[in-house]
């Protein structure tokens, strides 16, 4: 099984929020949202099984689960087309993903489900 995370680093202001505890899940579905870490998480998890599209977070999906750490949920498409084969296919899937605030680096890890290889 492999576990897919990916890092993304927090503006000082951001981390002085927290800190202060004024971070709720709007803002941080905001930076998340803004980043391209949670398509390379998918696209890192979905490798080779098609063209990746439409990533985004589910609208009210993150939940902190404790201070500095939840689950969010996120939403994707993944495009199949080939003209030898006659496939042209495009399926919706989600996936819920764990994160993780370390406040002394300033940084969130985003875990994505595990894969059985």
Known sequence: MISYTEKIKLSAKSIANIK???????????ILSDSKVLYTLILDYEYGKGNL??????DDSLIFTSA???????SYDINEFSVCSALDYTGAYKMLLNFQIDVQTGGISLTGEERYE
């Open 68 to 74: 500095y750490g939840g689950i969010l949920k996120v």
């Open 20 to 30: 202060e505890g004024n971070l709720d899940s709007k803002k941080l579905e905001a």
């Open 53 to 58: 599209q439409n990533v985004e977070l589910v």
